[in-house]
């Protein structure tokens, strides 16, 4: 009977096989790789569990919020299928263990109030490329901005 290979010798050839069919895999072989030493050094064998790949993405962050856990859940969902193509008992967390991977913050919608308070406070400031009234006034205030003065010449096509 031969012993199971090691975790990181499985997603080693994994990440090759994926470099092979053309994917750059730079954060997620990184990631992966933490993944395979986390497992080996907790003396897993056998089928991938989803109690291991949650321990790991919960425990292991640096900063362990709910978003790190699913950012590293979703690293190693794809290897996980993959590997429960292979080795039969492999199990696949589902993706929402720890809610969303991606999480869009709420704007800030300025009140009148506030947009009057920080108008004022700029009306008194200069801007790079002269005073921020006369950009606002002149309707370049970016262009002249970025291009230090006159806004360039505009070619515009002819359809």
Known sequence: MTSAPSMRSVVQDYLDQRRRLGFALTI??????AFARFADRSGHRGPL???????WARGEARRATPITGARRLAV???FA??????EPGTE?????????E???LTPHIYTSTEIAELLGSAAGRDAAAGHLRDLLRTGRGHR????GGAAPAVRRRRH
């Open 144 to 147: 002249a901005a970025v291009f």
């Open 102 to 104: 991606l999480r869009r």
């Open 76 to 78: 190693v969902r794809p």
């Open 28 to 33: 997620p072989s990184t990631q992966l790789m």
């Open 81 to 86: 299928k993959h590997l429960a193509r292979i």
């Open 49 to 55: 569990t989803s109690r291991l790949i949650e321990e």
């Open 92 to 100: 696949v967390p589902d993706a929402d263990v720890f809610g969303r």
